[in-house]
C-alpha cells in the first residue's frame, strides 16, 4: 500500500498558458506606474471551457495543473476606491470567486499558490505572508488604490500573519467568509460576518464533490488487485479448461471452440473474483464519506471497518464462502476500506492533525495485519494448502 | 449534523493574560472554538479545533499555542516512512520532481 496521495490537492510547479489571462492596456487608472502594464481582465461570467474544466478537475483532469496567472486582476470597472479581494491562483479557486462577483467592481489580487487551493495553500504557507507582501509591492497595489483594505478569504489566514502585512506594507488583512457566495453580503454588510459565514462546513454534497477524486487516485491499488485476482484466476482455471471441453464435447463439437468457452469462462470468474475487493475500495472511498456522520466512532479506520465488514457480510452471503475462504475475505475487505476511509481524513475540514496521527499510530499496524493475514489465506487456498 | 473528529488530542492553549480581545482568533477560527467573554477571549470547545493555527498565527499579542499541522493519514503516513514530519507534500511541491501524489 505504497499509494502516495496528497491529501491537499495539486502542488506542482505549474506552467500557465495565459489563457484566461487576457492582458489588458485600456484602464482607468494611473498611468505613470510599472503596475499598470501588468493588471489583467477577467468576467464574472463562465466559458463552457471553465466549466467543463471544472468537471474534469474534479474528475482529477489536469488537477496538480490547473491554474491562472498570478497577479491582479480587474472585473467590473474597478477605480481608486474599489475593493481588492485576494485569492489563490487555482482556477476553481479563482472562478468560484469571480462568479460570485457579478454587478461588482473590485480588483482581485492572486497569489501565486502553485495552483493549489487557498485553504491547503495556507496550510503549506505559499498562501502566506511573504507571498502576499510580495504580490502587494510587485503589482504597485499602492498605485492601484488608494485605500489601504485587502479582502483576504478567511480559510487563508492560516497562511497569512494579519499585523505583519499591515505592519510591512501598511495594508490591512480583512479576512472574509469561508466561501465564496457569502462575499456579496459581506461587503454589504460592512465587512461584518454571521458565526455561519465563518464556519466551514462538510455537507453531503461537499463530500459527495471529493468522492470521484478520492476514486480516481485509488486506481493504482485496484490496478494492482486486479492483477493478483486474475493472477490467481489463471493459477486456478484447470478447472475451467476441463468444464470447457466437456461443455465443448456435449455441443458435439459444433458450437464455440475450446478456447473461447475457457477464455469467457475464466473473464467472467475473474470478475466474480474482483468485484468483493472493487467493493471494498468504494465502500472506504465513497460509502464511508457519504456515511460519515452517520457511522459511529470518530476514527475513519474504524467506520470504514464497520462499512467494510458489511460489505464482506453481503460477499460472503452471495458467494456461499465456506469459512476459511469467509475469512480471507473478510480479512482484505475490512482492511482495504479501513484504510481508504482512514486516507479520507485528508479530504475533510475538521481533522486535526494531532487527532489523525493518534488514528495512523493505533490503526496502521491492525490494517496492515490484517491484510497481510488475509492474503497470506488467499495464498494458502489458490495453492490448495489449505 | 456536526461532524466531529477525535478530541482528547487537541492542545490548544489561550492565555487569557496576554490577551487583548481584539477577537481576531474568533474571525479566522473556523469551528468557533472561541467566543468573546467580558471583551476577551475564551476556548468555548477544544475538540472543535482542527490544529489549523490561523488563531495562534494572526493573534497579535501571541496569546494562543497550537501546534498547527495537516489531519492527512497519507501525510502522516509518508512522514512516518519518511521519518519526516507529516507532509502533505510528498516532494512534489519542489520543482523537478515527479508528481507522484496530487
Redesign the interface.
Known amino acids: 500500500m505504497s499509494e502516495q496521495k496528497c491529501c491537499c490537492g495539486p502542488g506542482t510547479k505549474i506552467q500557465i498558458k495565459g489563457k484566461n489571462a487576457n492582458r489588458c492596456n485600456d484602464s482607468s487608472v494611473d498611468t505613470n506606474d510599472n503596475s499598470q502594464k501588468n493588471i489583467m481582465t477577467t468576467t464574472a461570467k463562465l466559458q463552457t471551457a471553465d466549466i467543463l474544466g471544472n468537471i474534469g478537475v474534479r474528475l482529477g483532469y489536469r488537477r496538480s495543473n490547473y491554474a491562472v496567472m498570478p497577479g491582479i486582476y480587474k472585473i467590473g470597472n474597478p477605480d481608486q476606491d474599489s475593493l481588492v479581494l485576494v485569492t489563490s491562483n487555482y482556477k476553481l479557486t479563482f472562478d468560484s470567486l469571480r462568479c460570485e462577483l457579478t454587478e461588482l467592481n473590485a480588483w482581485i489580487l492572486v497569489l501565486d499558490t502553485n495552483g493549489v487551493n487557498v485553504w491547503c495553500a495556507a496550510g503549506k504557507g505559499t498562501f502566506g505572508t511573504d507571498e502576499l507582501i510580495s504580490k502587494i509591492n510587485r503589482t504597485g497595489l499602492k498605485n492601484i488604490v488608494s485605500h489601504n483594505k485587502l479582502i483576504l478569504p478567511q480559510l487563508g489566514a492560516p497562511g497569512v500573519c494579519a499585523h505583519e502585512v499591515l505592519q510591512k506594507t501598511g495594508f490591512k488583512v480583512i479576512y472574509g467568509p469561508v466561501y465564496a457566495r457569502d462575499i456579496k453580503k459581506f461587503i454589504a454588510d460592512g465587512f461584518k460576518k454571521t458565526p455561519e459565514m465563518s464556519t466551514v462546513t462538510f455537507t453531503l454534497k461537499e463530500r459527495l464533490a471529493v468522492i470521484p477524486v478520492d476514486l480516481i487516485l485509488s486506481w493504482k491499488i485496484t490496478f494492482l488487485i486486479l492483477i493478483a485476482v486474475a493472477a490467481a484466476g489463471i493459477l486456478n482455471s484447470g478447472q475451467l479448461l476441463k468444464a470447457a471441453e466437456k461443455e465443448f464435447a456435449l455441443s458435439g463439437s459444433q458450437g464455440a471452440s475450446v478456447q473461447f468457452i475457457f477464455f469467457h469462462s475464466l473473464i467472467k470468474q475473474i470478475a466474480i473474483d474482483f468485484m468483493p475487493y472493487l467493493g471494498s475500495i468504494i465502500a472506504g472511498c465513497a460509502a464511508v464519506p457519504i456515511l460519515l456522520p452517520y457511522l459511529p466512532f470518530r476514527a475513519f479506520s474504524l467506520k470504514g471497518t464497520i462499512c467494510g465488514a458489511i460489505w464482506s457480510l453481503i460477499i460472503i452471503n452471495a458467494y456461499n464462502l465456506t469459512l476459511i475462504p469467509a475469512i480471507a475475505k473478510f480479512l482484505i475487505i475490512t482492511s482495504i476500506s479501513a484504510y481508504f476511509a482512514m486516507n479520507f481524513t485528508g479530504a475533510t475540514t475538521f481533522t486535526s492533525q494531532s487527532g489523525t496521527e493518534f488514528e495512523v499510530k493505533k490503526s496502521f499496524r491492525p490494517i496492515l495485519l490484517f491484510f497481510i493475514s488475509g492474503v497470506v489465506l488467499n495464498i494458502l487456498l489458490t495453492f490448495k494448502i489449505l | ?1 456536526t ?5 482528547q ?3 490548544l492553549e489561550l492565555n487569557k493574560e496576554k490577551c487583548a480581545g481584539c477577537g ?1 482568533c ?7 472554538v472561541f467566543e468573546m467573554r467580558e471583551k476577551k477571549a475564551e476556548i468555548i470547545d477544544r475538540g ?7 488563531c495562534k ?2 493573534c ?1 499579542a501571541r496569546a494562543i499555542e497550537v ?12 512522514g ?2 519518511n521519518g519526516t514530519e ?1 507532509n ?3 516532494g ?5 520532481t515527479k ?4
Do not use: W
Request: net charge positive; hydrophobic share 30%.
Open positions: 449534523m461532524l466531529r473528529y477525535i478530541e488530542t487537541i492542545k481576531m474568533i474571525s479566522v477560527c473556523p469551528h468557533k472543535a479545533c482542527m490544529e489549523c493555527g490561523a498565527k494572526n497579535p501546534k498547527s499541522g495537516v489531519g492527512c493519514a497519507q501525510a502522516i503516513i509518508n512516518m516512512l507529516p502533505c507534500d510528498c512534489c511541491d519542489k520543482p523537478g508528481n507522484n501524489c496530487c
